[in-house]
């Protein structure tokens, strides 16, 4: 029996700021712990919250990447519940009027697009970090007022694979608007799920929510073993037990943690030191505005404008500043083919090997199209550029001066090359007997020596084309 | 610093109980409003390095590692502090009773209360150790204290002063406010203590005058509106003739004095809507208080049992007898009908008074209907008029953040009582002169009990 | 009438337990504070919104993404009852 499944996710994004979401002190990763605190961190008596401007800032952002309505009226509200992770015995949210609302993104799944709805985007703070070791608890508040946003889905999935398009469209697009690093193995971004299986068109099953998943691929597998465990259940004719289940990386399973016994009251309500805050209009339309192109739309572009086929272009929608390079470049010549080529084998590559990051590179794009057209004029050759010239034009040196410098401009000139030849010709009569006697090798030893002595600037085409034809003179002479 | 250590001796023999925590003194080389002033400060004021226990057992061994805004502030202005006054525990009560470290006694007769919650800092001005001490008012904890003390108590205006470093209570309701001997006193502390302050998103950017240089005692034209719910509720003819006399003396000055009727069913309802928003923020405000990172922690099997065994033994049974009422009121189910009913009601009456004082310069009524209840004295009816209303009143100062200050208004077997004005918002300026008018009619200023 | 199991319920969600003596001040107290709640009820607060805060002009102020204050391990963990390796620990007594 096939079921209806129905599958909403809550993602949890650490956005990349300086400070805490309400206090001044620096957020953290892998510090010695509580060395990254202060008093309200701390939830000393007597601190309040300050609301971080940056927060705000790359809330609104998120907000715009998935076209939510943003409300400029910022309110905030109590979350009260007890844990030890928890030092104000409250979390400091938005309840009743998150910073965006009724948005969607559109994600792919084998080759036709869906949309799912996003319900909400509202700044939170994050817990503090607990180590269980025998029967004590560590406690490192480094953590604790971490800027949050959650990002609350529609319940529009309804398959593993979808569900894992939509974590990874977000999960890139957030990556690339610069919001978070969203490293799920890091915990700066987590995602869990709320997954319920229903008879068509009945009403919504007993939904059961999967934490602990820490990558794309766990979230598709968390889902898939759900899927069945729930189907099971309900071919048996038994219920499905409302609970929070954590996903089992080795077993690949998930597995009950603890049992949703009527809804915990969180008790909210407006947080009484944090007035209401106005956002000047100007303030959000200058953020929305500032928004790069998202993924979705240039990979769009790149196909239509520029050809480049799925693999280059999910190499420049992973890493932003290549893209940014590479239509610098297409500036100075309508070349995407070898530009992309270039840049993602050969640019990269130097990158790597000399450490230093794309955004701190010397290499004009005017200069990398001049290499390439010299290479396509045959000026050069393609392994001069590589070898030679590509060093030099990542240092900011220009494609001319480098070629004037180290002599590399190919000879392409016949009567030049005649004379070199026969000058070798009449080193070497050897060869011409070998060639004589069939032996073609020669003809490639021929070609080492024109080489030499033209310092590899000769047109290794023209070159070989001529040394047969001077050859065959001889021999029939 | 003499004056500084003959305060400090003074504290250290002082009789009422006031001073939970003695702090050696420490010369301050800054030159100030407040130079070589002693200062006491109530105990749920954060002190770096000094003990501040906000009188609960479970803050019993907590030691602040940063100052209190208003801390900085005093300090800033040359003022030395000496000690660390009683209070309620956790500020919720209005008798000074239920402090960790036994009641506070009147100084002007130990048989009586101080009142609260700041009753230990009230008792250090009338007992003359200091002539400035600050307190917190959230219901009337710092005008119904000066008023059973006979000094000066001033709640300015919400966001007036700067609450980051001060034990909250009730975030909607809290002031830091003051006590001393008379208005020009009080006038200068506020010049003192107000102020920006970016760590308080409460905070006013309003302005803040040299009070102190523009006091005008000139009383003629103002309009002076007399609280009749009040004046209605109350029983004692003694209050009731220095009530009226003050009133006369402010008329031969030139005031023009109306009386106003709020709606009675309103009226009655100021001490529950206190109560329930009071009780419902502060059931949330103290859950950080569990024993885990800083104060008295019990021992328990796991996490969960050591925050209960802390959280049990840390707190006075009046305080978690008030936490479940205010749990009771946020509860899903029950915020309507309690917690969110309060704060309609709350509006209304911020409206109705808002109307008022469009009108008038200043609401004013006595502090309280007697004097300073007996320590042992029989329990006042919680549902009567004289309760609901004589008695609590002047909350109307919580609810809508209106400046508001007690007065001394006359005596009676020996013990004082106040008048109580209440002005709109951010007119300080308008309730110091109002005051130096009353205190120069009734002659009441600088008084201290004579301690034995 | 408030339930004694209602309120011992109420008090274990605020993680701290009463003795049967407070529980039966509760119930008491209750009876006051429901007939003062019946004061509230007799006020009509038909469209009057919960006023949260005494001033709700809105602010504009928001705090800049500048680190401005940050204490020291040692001024974090001063008034722990228990720490470990720069950690606050929760002391489990083992029996």
Known sequence: MNYEVVIGIEIHCELKTKTKMFSGSPTSFNEPANTCVNEIDLAFPGTLPTVNKEAVRKGIMACAAFNLEIDTLLKFDRKNYYYSDLPKGFQITQQFHPLGKNGYVDIEVDGNTKRIGINRIHLEEDTAKQFHIDDETLIDFNRAGTPLIEIVSDPDMSSGSEASAYVETLRQTLLYIGVSDVKMEEGSMRCDVNISLNKPNEPYGTKVEIKNLNSISNVARAIDYEIKRQSEILDKGEKVISSTRRFDESSRTTIEMRRKEGGVDYKFFPDPNIVPIRLSDDWVKEIVNSLPELPSERKKRYKNDYGLNDNEINVYLGNRDLAELFEECMKYGDKARSISNWLITDVLAWLSKNNVEIKNSELKPKELVRMIELIEEKVISSTQGKDIVLDGIMKGELTEDIINEKGLKQVSDEGMLLEVINKVLDEQPQSIVDYANGKDRAVKFLMGQVMKKTRGQANPSLANKLIVEELAKRINK | ?452 | MIEKEYIKELAHELMFDLSEEEVVEIQKEYETFSKQLELLEKIDTKDVKPMPYPFENETNYLREDVVTHVITQEDALRNASYSKEGHFVVHKVVK
């Open chain 2, 1 to 452: 610093m003499e004056k500084i250590y003959k305060a400090f001796e003074k504290a250290k023999n002082d009789k009422c109980n006031a001073i939970v925590t003695l702090v050696e003194p420490k010369e301050n080389l800054n030159k100030g409003k407040l130079s070589g002033e002693p200062i006491i400060l109530k105990d749920n004021i954060s002190t770096k390095g000094i003990r501040t226990t906000a009188s609960s057992k479970i803050l019993d061994n907590y030691y602040p590692i940063f100052d209190a805004t208003v801390v900085e502030k005093i300090k800033a202005e040359g003022g030395v502090i000496i000690g660390k006054a009683s209070m309620d525990e956790l500020a919720m009560g209005g008798t000074n009773l239920a402090a960790y470290t036994g009641p506070v006694l009147n100084p002007w007769d130990y048989k009586r209360m101080s009142g609260g919650s700041s009753g230990g800092s009230a008792a250090a001005v009338a007992s003359g150790i200091v002539s400035f001490a600050i307190g917190s008012d959230t219901g009337d904890s710092v005008r119904k204290p000066a008023s059973f003390c006979g000094i000066v108590g001033v709640k300015p205006t919400y966001g007036r002063i700067s609450r980051y470093g001060v034990v909250a209570y009730a975030s909607s309701l809290d002031h830091v406010g003051y006590f001393t001997r008379n208005v020009k006193d009080a006038s200068l502390m506020l010049e003192v203590l107000a102020g920006r302050d970016d760590k308080d998103m409460t905070s006013s950017f309003k302005e803040v005058k040299e009070y102190s240089k523009l006091l005008n005692s000139d009383v003629k034209g103002k309009k002076i509106a007399v609280f009749k719910n009040v004046i209605d509720s109350l029983d004692n003819e003694n209050t009731l003739n220095l009530f009226n006399d003050l009133l006369n003396k402010l008329k031969e000055k030139g005031a023009i004095i109306e009386e106003v009727s709020f709606d009675n069913d309103l009226m009655r309802t100021l001490f529950p809507v206190y109560f329930i928003i009071a009780n419902c923020e502060a059931t949330s405000n103290h859950s950080n208080l569990d024993g885990l990172r800083f104060g008295v922690s019990e021992d328990g099997d796991d996490t969960r049992e050591v925050v209960i065994n802390s959280r049990t033994k840390g707190f006075g049974s009046l305080i978690r007898k008030r936490f479940v009422i205010g749990s009771f009121g946020l509860h899903e189910e029950n915020q309507e009908k309690v917690f969110k009913k309060a704060q309609r009601i709350r509006r209304l009456i911020v409206e109705e008074v808002k109307k008022c004082l469009e009108e008038y310069d200043c609401l004013i009524a006595p502090a309280s209907n007697d004097i300073a209840p007996l320590l042992e004295g029989n329990k006042i009816d919680e549902l009567s008029d004289k309760y609901l209303i004589a008695e609590n009143h002047m909350v109307i100062g919580n609810f809508t953040g209106y400046p508001s200050m007690t007065v001394p208004m006359g005596f009676e077997k020996g013990c004082p009582i106040g008048v109580n004005i209440t002005c709109k918002a951010f007119d300080e300026e308008n309730m110091f002169n109002i005051g130096l008018a009353i205190e120069e009619s009734t002659g009441l200023k600088d008084l201290v009990a004579k301690v034995d």
